[in-house]
């Protein structure tokens, strides 16, 4: 491996804090602790570890319901984003937003609809804000293979090449739109990098379990955003390892399928195993990573369960602009 210690090291842990964000999302929901629906991302790690480590100061952000976990990437702390989750008062959105609106403007996180795609032409706004101010900045925006069928997102797109926004568009096809596979939607293989060249824009597909093989293909298509060429399209193939919401029986697909991506293809095991092999880390090392990330989660749990809940009488404060 070519990069540095700190950075590989520092990859892991990004990889390592979305999944046990994601797993412990899981167990609270489990516990009637998160009001609404849950969209795990487990095994999709990759993607946004991957990409957010070609970031800089005054980027933006667009992820998305899967992971949620990755705002921790950008620095958004585990006590707000569970506080969120659980709908307290100490949450980004004071527990009004749930699982499906963490932002964070300080972060350069702008934002996402739970209604997928529709606002997919707000980065494109952030773009222009950039291009203005004449910086070399990026916005990055995440979606899904079956997001990528939608047309605001085709229309975000196209806005983006015609002005030549810096915007990487960064599909993490995970194989299913709910319960349609992306081959019963797209004639294409890749939803997103296929289409790219109907924009003008160059596009990546890569194998979005493998973290450095997203940082690299990333890395170049962000090069080149930078140096004022206009937009790019990175696709990511992961799969979904659980249900589109936790509950979803899943009698739509092959749960033999399902456990040969989840063994073989572990973007954090995978990982974490390659590090001890190229003796860029130890087992003790990883071991101690993963410790000091699962006391962090449980103080982060601990606070948001202490946290108050929204007051009837202030529900409504937020809403409308004061």
């Known amino acids: ?21 994601e797993e412990r999302q899981i167990e609270i929901y489990a516990l009637g602790k998160v009001p609404g629906h849950i969209h795990s991302g487990v095994g999709e790690e990759a993607p946004y570890a991957g990409v957010f480590a070609t970031r800089k100061e005054g980027d ?3 992820i998305t319901h899967r992971p949620i ?11 707000t984003m569970f506080a969120e989750v659980m709908g307290k008062e100490t949450g980004n959105a004071r527990g009004r937003g749930g699982v499906l609106h963490l932002a964070d403007k ?38 899904g293979d079956g997001t990528a069928n939608r047309g605001p997102v085709y229309e975000a797109m196209n806005l983006a090449a015609v002005w030549q926004l810096p915007v990487l568009f960064v599909c993490n096809n995970n194989q299913f739109a709910i319960s349609t596979y992306a081959s019963w939607s797209s004639r294409v293989e ?10 003008g824009m160059p596009s990546r597909a ?11 293909a990333a890395k170049e ?47 954090v095991a995978n990982f974490g ?8 880390a130890t087992e003790e090392e990883l071991s101690a990573i993963r410790a000091s990330i699962a006391a962090e989660i449980d103080e982060a749990v601990a606070f948001a369960e202490a946290s108050p809940e929204p007051k009837p009488e202030e529900i409504l404060q937020g809403l409308y602009v004061d």
């Open 60 to 62: 933006y952000f667009k």
């Open 273 to 280: 195993r390659s590090l001890v092999a190229d003796g860029v």
């Open 206 to 216: 890569v194998d979005g379990t493998d973290v450095l093989a997203v940082y690299e």
């Open 106 to 143: 300080s972060k350069g996180m702008i934002g996402f609809s739970g209604t997928l795609g529709c606002d997919a032409g707000v980065a494109d706004g952030a773009a222009l804000s950039i291009q203005m101010a004449g910086t070399d900045n990026v916005v990055y925006t995440f979606f």
């Open 221 to 267: 298509l962000v090069a080149g955003i930078r140096a004022g060429n206009g937009p790019a399209v990175l696709e990511c193939r992961t799969y979904r390892w659980r249900g589109h919401f936790e509950g979803d029986q899943m009698k739509y697909r092959d749960a033999a399928v399902t456990e040969k991506w989840t063994r073989e293809k572990d973007c």
């Open 1 to 21: 491996m070519s990069e540095s210690k700190e950075f590989l090291t520092g990859l892991y842990r990004d990889l390592l804090t979305v999944r046990l964000f």
């Open 190 to 199: 890749h939803p997103a990098a296929d289409r790219a060249a109907g924009y």
């Open 69 to 79: 976990g990755a705002a921790a990437i950008l620095g958004m702390p585990l006590k």
